[in-house]
């Protein structure tokens, strides 16, 4: 997959704007965005967005019914790891401790 940010500008974490509502067009970077505990599950070549100091984004690999398996740089001898995926009433979490803000998909 090919990933081409109309604004690739920023740390990490301002990849996610927070302002927007859940699937909306996150204009600056050319990519709906999907809020993290909503209805709505990653799909594979999304991207999680994270919210650590710099914030951190990692490239969804592969969907299971309860896991995420993503690859990621910059994560001391983690170049893929694999989160918990909970579907509760309707809405899907990924993560367990650590979480994305969210993800962002290809219109």
């Known amino acids: 997959m090919k990933y081409d940010f109309k604004d690739g500008s920023g740390n990490a974490k301002d990849f996610f704007?927070?302002?927007?509502k859940q699937g909306e067009l996150n204009k600056r970077r050319g990519m709906?965005?999907?809020?993290?505990?909503?209805?709505e599950k990653?799909?594979?070549?999304?991207?999680?967005?994270f919210d650590s100091h710099f914030g951190h984004v990692a490239i969804?690999?592969?969907?299971?019914?309860?896991?995420?398996?993503?690859?990621?740089?910059?994560?001391?001898?983690?170049?893929?790891?694999?989160?918990?995926l909970k579907f509760e009433n309707g809405n899907y979490t990924?993560?367990?401790?650590?979480?994305?803000?969210?993800?962002?998909r290809k219109p």
Do not use: A, C, H, Y
Not at 94 to 104: A, F, N, Q, S, T
């Open 94 to 104: 990924v993560g367990e401790g650590r979480k994305p803000m969210g993800w962002l």
């Open 60 to 84: 969804v690999i592969n969907v299971t019914e309860d896991e995420v398996e993503v690859v990621q740089q910059n994560i001391f001898m983690t170049p893929r790891q694999t989160f918990v």
């Open 32 to 39: 709906l965005q999907f809020i993290n505990g909503m209805n």
């Open 42 to 49: 990653p799909m594979r070549d999304d991207i999680l967005v």
């Open 17 to 20: 704007d927070q302002k927007l």
